[in-house]
């Protein structure tokens, strides 16, 4: 037989469960183990009709098949009847309570009621539900997620909720069952509770903490602890009560980033992140009091300060900087706001971008900003917690705080810094729309060592160990950056290593090239080096720094600054992710800009909005990006992009520099799907003008990785990135070549071979056409051309198979076709030494190319007639 049951002092979630499972199981019986709560009991009671509970003891003599466990996964959560579990063939589980079993059948999720998972069962396999079925599965999901408001509460549990109430659940059902009054057990206990209870502050958290004894057991003790909590707006309660011969420990967590199951891991809870309990037979109280505020104090998490969240360090002005200067300095840096300092008085104001715009617009460039500044400065000191900095800002409407520490200006926080910190650190918990397709995204953690370790080469993490350890002992902060770091969290290989330095990266690539051995190449300009290992390996090293523009697509100016300022500067948020190298932080996970979420959601967005006029490349790059990870672009990028390319901002960069970027482009493995981006996006139509795109063309592009597969074993396809150049070009005005071969990333030798196969193409093809050309004329047209004219041949003409059969014939047997006799053999015939051996080898080899001769005689008897004008 067939049986459900669900944990000892079972609530409506796990009652509830129970129903919603036999549904999907209809042939199997429900069991009730332990006790219920009185809830559960009164419900049970006065509707015994509509529920067939079984007790464990009339199961003794039976046998189980399968054993399903709702609300549970352990052996010991059954109490007494725990015997189920040894004699079930197998075991099924539906729980919603981390940790979860790694194995065996059944639904192991994180939601706010098991009652949900099974809820979404029967409606996707469309079960109809009576009215009793509807409202009882509604008392389940709202007990416990406390009417869908607790930490644990899901959008999946809302949506369960909605459709049992479109199903006939009744909600004066979950009110006359959901009790909020207390039993006088209940209110005794409360009682006791309240007179024990101690607020304490650790680690800046308010925690309640409460002891007291019951002497008999009494229910509810979890929802005595929730109105406790709320009564004195903690951040956590613990309850630890006596009852009977056990004591049982609850708490609350107030606070989504105060996860219970982690704190409290050594005690093995059992719930979730919001909520625990844990039961203990042989363990005095005083003990598992001083265990619990010992836990408390080593695993609970710091509240965040001011200090941990801002920008630093600062851009200021000083009071007697005038408006035009204050303009152009907001302007080089971005900044929407600056603090102004006196020497004297440290922070005497802030001035807006808002302002000074405004000032401009009526010629008071020339005025001191101390004259328009903002005097009644909000200032928090760098231990003011987070959220005293939120209610700070929102009281007085600002959109930037100066953090002091001891007087002095240390940072600012402003409304981007503060929903960094309020989305960011809650954002992998999100529902993602896009799932990479083949990639290993791994899981976002404060730290990636573990990764590192599990991911990287160990020659690679003894190199990043040792950049770890010099920057350590020579006061240096290094961090891996960019490309290197996002491939690592996708599980894609790439070991080009790029090395953020505050300070001085020239200086710290040296010491590294002095203690692996290595050669450096210096750029003291850029303040860049690059660190070349005796094994080959090669680092780039980059100076922490700011860039700005001085006009669209300049070269940028750069200046030294924060890790933070530096990563800002790049191109896209994904490309933004790095972790420490220090040894002291050896794998914290920095990202500032919500890249992470942008690789989970598939994305690429720019970190600013003048990010394409800036550096107008950037637009290939997104379009390589886009495509690489089969990504999409970010709607407000997309539309930032096609604002550029109105703004013909793709005619600013010099040929060189596009040319760079379209050399990647067509070094990608997907360059077919690239260029039909590019061109929707109307970005070919600006780098190639007059372009012809055209169904045809984008046939010819598609047909590129075909050709490249065929002609591998000929070892042509070497040559195969230049055919999407060739293709292009012969769909593009012959005016203006030059230009449009240098946007394409042509070297000088490669123009003249592109130039030539494509204006040489479609006379080319033309000639192959010819139905009755023979193997000979075959030889004589292709013979003379390039390797890369073959290769565009086929490309060019996909659907054509007689002028793809020729080519073919071509490379597969007549290219390599030889004479087994030379003109030596020619000379023992008597022919005279000139012109006579050629004509007469030629016409051998004509023959040989139509299969008149075969053999070393054929051919030398061939020839003799040939001599002999016996043949012409």
């Known amino acids: 037989m067939e049986v459900i049951v669900s944990h000892g002092g079972t609530d409506f979630d796990g009652l509830a469960a129970m129903v919603a499972c036999a549904k999907l199981h209809p042939q199997a019986v429900m069991v009730l183990v332990g006790g219920q709560s009185p809830g559960v009991r009164r419900f049970i009671a006065e509707h015994k009709g509509y529920l067939p509970l079984c007790r464990p003891e009339q199961l003794q003599e039976k046998g189980i098949s399968t054993l399903y466990i709702v609300d549970a996964q352990q052996p010991r959560q059954l109490g007494d009847s725990a015997w189920l579990w040894e004699k079930a063939g197998t ?50 999901i709202y007990e416990d997620t406390h009417c869908l408001t607790n930490l644990a509460t899901t959008p999946r549990d809302m949506q369960a909720a909605a459709w049992l109430l479109e199903q006939g659940g009744r909600l004066s059902q979950v009110s006359q069952y959901i009790d909020i009054s207390l039993a006088p057990q209940q209110r005794d206990l409360l009682a006791a509770l309240l007179g024990e209870a101690r607020l304490e502050k650790i680690n800046q958290r308010s925690i309640l903490v409460m002891a007291a004894s019951a002497g008999k057991f009494v229910s509810g003790l979890g929802g005595l602890t929730q109105r406790l909590a709320e009564l004195e707006d903690c951040d956590l309660a613990v309850s630890i009560v006596v009852m009977g011969n056990q004591v049982h420990l609850v708490a609350r967590s107030r606070r989504p980033e105060l996860d219970l199951l982690d704190i409290f891991a050594p005690l093995q809870p059992r719930g979730h992140a919001g909520a625990i309990a844990m039961t203990f037979a042989a363990l005095e109280p005083a003990a598992l009091y001083s265990q619990v505020m010992a836990l408390l104090r080593e695993r609970l998490p710091k509240v965040q300060v001011a200090g941990d969240i801002m920008s630093a360090p600062v851009k200021t002005i000083s009071e007697d900087t005038s408006i035009a200067e204050a303009h152009r300095l907001m302007l080089r840096y ?22 000074i715009d405004k000032a401009m617009g009526f010629n008071l460039g020339h005025i001191p900003v101390r004259r328009y500044m903002t005097r009644n400065v909000v200032t928090v000191d760098v231990l003011t917690p987070v959220a005293e900095v939120i209610r700070l800002m929102t009281q007085y409407d600002i959109g930037r705080v100066p953090v002091v520490d001891r007087g002095q200006l240390a940072g600012i926080i402003t409304r981007s810094d503060l929903l960094a910190h309020i989305v960011g650190g809650n954002a992998e918990d999100a529902e993602s729309l896009f799932t990479p397709g083949d990639f290993r995204l791994a899981k976002r953690e404060d730290n990636i060592t573990g990764l590192i370790n599990s991911r990287l080469p160990r020659r690679i993490q003894g190199i990043l160990m040792l950049l770890g350890k010099i920057a350590q002992e020579e006061g240096f902060a290094a961090y891996a950056v960019g490309g290197f770091v996002r491939d690592l969290l996708l599980g894609l290989p790439n070991l080009d290593l790029d090395v953020a330095v505050e300070d001085d990266a020239i200086k710290f690539a040296r010491l590294l090239a002095d203690a692996a051995g290595g050669r450096i190449t210096a750029h003291e300009d850029m303040g860049t080096a690059t660190v070349t290992l005796t094994d ?58 919500g890249g992470y979420e942008d690789l989970r959601a598939g994305l690429i967005r720019v970190l600013y909005n003048l990010s394409f006029v800036d550096d107008p490349t950037r637009i290939l790059r997104a379009i390589r990006f886009a495509c690489r ?21 793709l005619a600013k960069p010099p040929a060189a520099r596009l040319g760079k970027e379209m ?37 010819q592009i598609n047909a590129v990785p075909r050709v490249s597969r065929w002609l591998a ?5 070497s040559q195969d990135w230049l055919l999407y150049p060739v293709l292009l070009l012969n769909a593009a005005p012959r005016e203006g070549r030059e230009e449009a071969m240098a946007v394409l990333g042509l070297k000088p030798r490669e123009q003249k071979l592109v130039s030539a196969v494509a204006d040489n193409l479609e006379a080319l093809s033309s000639s192959l056409r010819n139905p009755a050309l023979p193997p000979q ?47 030596n053999d020619l000379l023992q015939l008597g022919v005279e030494a000139g012109p006579e051996v050629g004509r007469i080898l030629k016409a051998v080899h004509r023959a040989k190319l139509e299969g008149l001769v075969e053999t070393r005689e054929d051919e030398l008897a061939l020839a003799e007639r040939l001599y002999k004008g016996e043949e012409q």
């Open 334 to 355: 971005g900044h929407m706001g600056m603090p102004v300092i006196s020497s004297q008085q440290g922070v005497v104001g802030i001035v807006t971008r808002r302002d």
């Open 536 to 593: 080959g390996f090669r680092i780039d090293f980059a100076t922490a720094r700011m860039e700005f523009y001085q006009y669209p697509a300049a070269r940028p100016q750069v200046e030294q600054t924060t890790i933070k300022h530096d990563l800002y500067r790049r191109d896209f948020t994904i490309n933004t992710l790095a972790f420490a190298l220090n040894t002291d932080r050896f794998g914290e996970f920095l990202d500032f800009f």
């Open 629 to 649: 990870y089969g990504f999409r672009l970010e709607e407000e990028t997309r539309g930032l992009m096609a604002s550029a390319l109105a703004d013909e901002m």
């Open 663 to 699: 050399g990647h482009i067509f070094r990608e493995p997907n360059v077919p799907s690239l260029l039909k981006l590019a061109q929707e996006l109307g970005v070919l139509q600006k780098l190639l003008p007059g372009l012809e795109w055209s169904d045809k063309l984008e046939g």
């Open 91 to 140: 075991i099924v589980t539906y729980d919603h309570h981390p940790p979860f079993a790694e194995a065996g059948p059944g639904i192991r999720q994180q939601v706010g009621a098991v009652t949900t998972l099974l809820v979404e069962l029967l409606r996707a396999q469309a079960m109809p539900l009576t009215s009793f079925e509807a409202s009882l599965f509604l008392l389940g």
């Open 777 to 823: 004329g075959v030889y004589d047209i292709l013979n003379p051309q390039a390797p890369l004219a073959l290769l565009a041949l086929l490309a060019a003409n996909p659907g054509e198979a007689d002028l793809r059969a020729k080519v073919l014939l071509y490379l597969e047997k007549l290219a390599d076709l030889e004479l087994a006799i030379d003109g």
């Open 713 to 717: 074993k000929h070892d042509l396809a």
